[in-house]
């Protein structure tokens, strides 16, 4: 095994498959991740009935996991470049997996809180230490698909945790749906442990165009994950734009439950259903925008662009009509945009900063999603659902699009050269 030389991946062969088994395996972690997360979207009538709860209450049980993934998330990925991403991992899903499993028997909103933190403190850099690695075995060239591919497994994990959830709550009880998704997560880590070795994710790196040339290899300084405005302008942009993802994934069951009088399970089903289309999106969008910028890199912006633009003109004009079939279908079109920029935002962070830190980098990214995003929007809208009502609420969140389209735009035009030369290097090494 010593005398093994790396090299490219033999088609059909045990080397070539092992990034694709990589990529599945931190796919269906991620999966988990927003299962655990997301599960209590599902079963709020039940926690709102049984402690009496505020909507403000209610959204700060999904908030304070992503105020406490912002707050970890560039900590905990600097931990994972320095001292192994796959043994990062495997404590990570270990330690959200067994708060969920906590969270189950919480005996009120204090202790459910405590444990929903714990969760936050275990998925904090899932994402970026993940995508760092899928990234790592993969050409360049795939970035956009990849990272919105990879990143789709938020919503899809978390439709499977509200669509789950919401059926087993029904019919077992809440606390029972969330043991579940428990078991889910530590089943997955035994399985990421037995197939997955430091070993060989370093034979099965690819060799990575943005880095220093040829030669002993040198850590970038921490500071380059901030050093071009352009890469700060798709942190923040980003962000904006999952403010209206966060919001939806939080929401729109009970709001379904609430303007469509819905049983619990029914508008768990059916809002797992639209928000199916969200997960499908970001993998939609991140292929189109590969295509698209395969000989112009700077496509990726533009991209980003327009689909945030979608999704406000979109889940705009869902919320301004009144319920029924046509508002359906425009949610599940706005759905499909409301998180696209998720793809182009990953692979312009890992075009923009050096391989040897790009986990970190993508840690700032995460920052970014959960602090704006996914604690930002649930709670702002809850908030505002209190005083205002949830469907006055939700008809104001697809503002926040406006904002990242404008973020984007700047960052198009500060956009460096250098990228672009990257870019094509990559392209034609390919």
């Known amino acids: 095994m010593g005398d093994e030389v790396a090299g490219p991946p033999v088609p059909g062969s045990t080397r070539s498959r092992f990034p694709s088994l990589v990529f599945a395996l931190a ?29 403000t209450q209610l959204g700060a ?26 043994r990062a991992i495997l404590l990570m ?19 459910m809180l405590g444990a929903r933190v714990l969760v936050g403190v275990g998925e904090a850099a899932y994402g970026s230490v993940g995508l760092a690695v899928v990234l790592s075995l993969f050409p360049a060239r795939r970035r956009a698909a990849l990272s919105g591919a990879f990143t789709a497994g938020s919503s899809f994990g978390a439709v499977l945790g509200i669509a789950l959830g919401g059926a087993l709550a ?13 078991v889910v997560g530590l089943v997955l880590v035994v399985l990421f442990r037995a197939l997955v070795t430091e070993e060989k994710l370093i034979r099965y790196a690819e060799p990575d165009p943005a880095d220093s040339p040829p030669g002993p290899q040198v850590r970038a300084p921490l500071s380059s994950v901030v050093a071009e405005p352009a890469v700060r302008c798709a942190y923040l942009g980003n962000g904006l734009q999952l ?30 259903g639209l928000l199916l289309f969200l997960g499908v999106g970001m993998i939609g969008c991140g292929m189109l925008t590969d295509r698209l910028a395969r000989a112009r890199p700077l496509r990726r912006w533009t991209s980003a ?4 633009m979608a999704a406000l003109v ?24 409301s998180a696209g920029t998720s793809g182009p935002a990953g692979a312009l962070v890992a075009g923009l900063t050096p391989a040897s830190v790009r ?57 460096p050269d250098r990228d672009t030369r990257a870019e094509w290097t990559s392209a034609l090494d390919s």
């Open 61 to 86: 049980l999904s908030s304070v996991v992503a105020l406490t993934v912002a707050v970890l998330t560039v900590p905990l990925s600097v931990f994972g470049d320095r001292f192994g991403r796959r």
């Open 27 to 55: 796919f269906a972690l991620l999966l988990s991740d927003f299962m655990c997360r997301q599960v209590l979207a599902a079963v709020f009538p039940f926690l709102r009935a049984e402690w009496a709860l505020s909507d």
């Open 314 to 337: 979109l889940l705009g004009a869902a919320f301004a009509l009144p319920v029924g079939p046509v508002q359906l279908a425009l949610l599940g079109a706005g759905a499909f945009f």
């Open 359 to 415: 986990a970190s980098a993508l840690g700032m990214l995460a920052l970014a999603n959960n602090l704006i995003g996914l604690a930002g929007g649930p709670l702002v809208t809850g908030a505002l659902a209190d005083r205002l009502g949830l469907a006055t609420a939700l008809r104001l969140v697809p503002a926040a699009s406006l904002a990242a389209a404008a973020v984007l735009v700047l960052g198009r035009r500060m956009a």
């Open 243 to 272: 403010f209206v993802a966060g919001s939806l994934l939080a929401w729109l069951p009970s709001y379904l439950n609430r303007s469509y009088e819905l049983s619990t399970g029914t508008a768990a089903a059916l809002a797992a």
């Open 305 to 308: 662009i327009a689909y945030a």
């Open 170 to 182: 029904s019919r077992f009880g809440w606390r029972w749906a969330v043991v579940a998704m428990a």
């Open 93 to 111: 899903a270990g330690l959200w997996s067994l708060a969920t499993l906590g969270s189950a028997f919480a005996a009120d909103y204090g202790q």
